[in-house]
């Protein structure tokens, strides 16, 4: 083996690598990031889009990142600072209704009951029921996922975790799991809910960035993962604005990193992962420098990582048939908008503080969504979108000039591969149905825009390292989480290529910014190493 370097490389400053990092180098190990572009942060960035006017370019509003992350690597004292969404979110119709899903369970009954006093009741008794069953499933957020593979002593072992962790589950709750997790979003809906309204409510929470329509089997499984807890108080759905944007939560990851030794190269991109016999040993730069390390952590999605950055024959063929198969196609896009005045949508009700003014859904109705899907399916980008628009400037006043906003457009339903036309041909359409569609809710959008950035799928997976342009490093459909997560049989964050380990959204328990994959894989690199000293 040639010498030693670094402990640990990790390829990609996203969150996660960034997060794994950071605990690696508290361990006390020779830590090097080192990062395709000029800036950490991979989807979780802050950039400007016009002079002074800085956005959350990609991911946009912070739920359920990790409160333990947020503690050991004291973010709040590196300059992270989040003010909860309040609502947590609002939708905007077409009637020029405006109705807030406040984060007080009693407020959002009180407020729904004018809309349906039926649905409001039946909420009730659901949020509350959903918040338990998500309670089942946190654990396994900061845990390895089951070790189905396990064997002698390790599979009893695991049957025990198994156990402590739902002995208290009840045979209602157990067909309720099993509803949820297999389960259709529409078809759940239909079955509780009479009104159109709250339905669409439920809608905008629980499909984004997954590659499914409302009414396929296994889209309930987002009731449930929303209700996952994040933030510094650990709350369950939270939802929150960073303040200077989602940049804030990586920059001062990067910070605590640094600030336990680690070294951040950025403008680094690697080519190869190098392997030898079977082991990892570092990594080569595009620009050739070779740097090695007794551990490679890549961040980067198993896709990229596997059938991008190695050797072929350094990659075991059913394993790699497995990276091939996960399904990506990721059905997102993002226009961001720097803008001269407040939006200003219709039926906001005129004592609305700036929190609650900075949060507008446009959300279509089930049936809506099913078409989009289709749509999106074949190829093209569908007429009518589906648009979340945050105004972040409106919590945020120094992402703006004084007097102008910045407006984040979350598209969901967008093709990455277009039947025909390239993206850079459609991008100009892609924003203008964007526009249009805002603009039929608030007026005077479409005369206040100073400058648009259309990011579509293709830049998503061009310009920010997400293959397929998907969010998440691979869908988040139940063949695709837990201990199928990223493949079958590789759900610990280690991989075939012995010291080679993902910690990427691409592995349990999924994509978001929640630094949970970090954790988890800093973790597992941790013990294997304490392991291999042992055996020695
Ligand atoms: C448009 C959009 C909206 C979203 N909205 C939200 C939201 O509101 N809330 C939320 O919680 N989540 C949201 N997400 C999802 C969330 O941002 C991601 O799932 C999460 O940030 C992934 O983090 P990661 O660290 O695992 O990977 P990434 O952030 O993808 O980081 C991987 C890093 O690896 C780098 N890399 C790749 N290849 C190489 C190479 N060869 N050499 C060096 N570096 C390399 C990349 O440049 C990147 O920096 C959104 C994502 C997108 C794109």
């Known amino acids: 083996m040639p010498d030693q370097t670094y402990d640990a490389i990790v390829v990609g400053a996203g969150h996660n690598g960034l997060t794994t990092a950071a605990y690696l180098s508290l361990a ?55 003010v909860a969404c309040e609502p947590g979110l609002q939708s905007v119709f077409e009637d020029g209704d405006v109705i807030p899903w406040w984060t007080e369970h009693e407020r959002t009954v009180a407020e729904w009951s004018r809309i349906s006093a039926t649905d409001a009741r039946t909420f009730d008794r659901i949020d509350k029921r959903l918040k338990h069953l998500a309670a089942y499933l946190q654990p396994f957020f900061l845990e390895e996922p089951p070790d189905v593979h396990a064997r002698g002593f390790d599979k009893v072992k695991e049957g ?37 309204k709250i339905k669409r409510m439920f809608l905008a929470n629980n ?10 089997p296994g889209t309930s499984i987002g009731l449930l993962f929303h209700l996952l807890s994040g933030g510094s108080d650990d709350v369950q759905g939270f939802f929150g604005h960073v303040m200077g944007g989602m940049g804030s939560i990586t920059n001062a ?17 690697v080519q190869r992962i190098l392997v030898h ?22 961040n980067a999605d198993p896709k990229r990582t596997f059938l991008h950055l190695m050797e072929k024959q350094d990659v075991p063929e059913e394993f790699r048939l497995s990276v091939e198969g996960i399904k990506m ?27 609650r003014r900075s949060l507008a859904t446009l959300v279509p109705t089930l049936e809506g969504a099913e078409r ?29 000039p004084e007097g102008k906003h910045v407006m984040t457009c979350f598209v969901q339903y967008v093709p990455f591969e277009l039947r025909s036309g390239t993206w850079e041909e459609n991008r100009e359409l892609l924003g203008r149905r964007v526009v249009e569609k805002v603009g039929r809710y608030a007026p005077n959008v479409p005369g206040a825009i100073e400058a648009m950035k259309v990011i579509t799928p293709l830049d998503l997976e061009q310009t920010y390292g997400l293959t ?62 304490k392991a291999a000293r042992k055996q020695r």
Request: proline residues 6%; contains cysteine; negative net charge.
């Open 277 to 298: 016999n079977g082991r990892a040993y570092g990594v080569a730069l595009e620009d050739g420098t070779e740097l090695r390390a007794r551990t490679v952590v890549s």
């Open 160 to 196: 025990i975790r198994m156990l402590r962790r739902f002995r208290m589950i009840k045979g209602d709750e157990v067909t309720d799991l099993a509803s949820f997790l297999t389960g259709s979003l529409g078809e759940f809906l239909d079955r509780n809910f009479e009104s159109d």
């Open 468 to 529: 397929e342009g998907n969010i998440f490093h691979g869908d988040l459909n139940i063949e695709q989480l837990f201990f199928m997560r990223p493949v079958p049989g590789w759900t610990r964050y280690q991989t075939p290529v012995r010291g080679l380990y993902l910690c990427g959204a691409g592995t349990h328990p999924g994509g978001g910014v929640t630094g949970a994959p970090g954790y988890n894989a800093a973790r597992r690199v941790l013990k294997d190493r």
């Open 372 to 400: 989009m899907y289709d749509v999106a399916k074949w190829g093209e980008i569908p007429e009518d979108l589906w648009v979340d628009c945050v105004v972040a400037s409106n919590v945020d006043p120094s992402l703006a």
């Open 329 to 355: 196609a990721g059905p997102c896009a993002k226009v961001n908008m720097a803008l001269f005045e407040e939006p200003r949508f219709t039926g906001m009700p005129a004592d609305a503080d700036p929190n």
């Open 253 to 269: 990851m990067a910070d605590a990193a640094r600030g336990f030794g680690a070294e951040i190269r950025v403008n680094a991109p």
């Open 207 to 216: 499909v984004y960035g997954m590659h499914s329509p409302p009414y396929r």
């Open 28 to 82: 006390g190990l020779k830590t090097l990031v080192v990062e395709r572009r000029e800036i950490v942060g991979g989807a979780c960035v802050t950039e400007e889009i016009a002079p002074g006017v800085r956005a959350s370019t990609t991911s946009y509003i912070a739920s359920m990142l990790r409160p333990e992350v947020i503690r050991d690597l004291k973010l709040g004292e590196h300059g992270l600072k989040m």
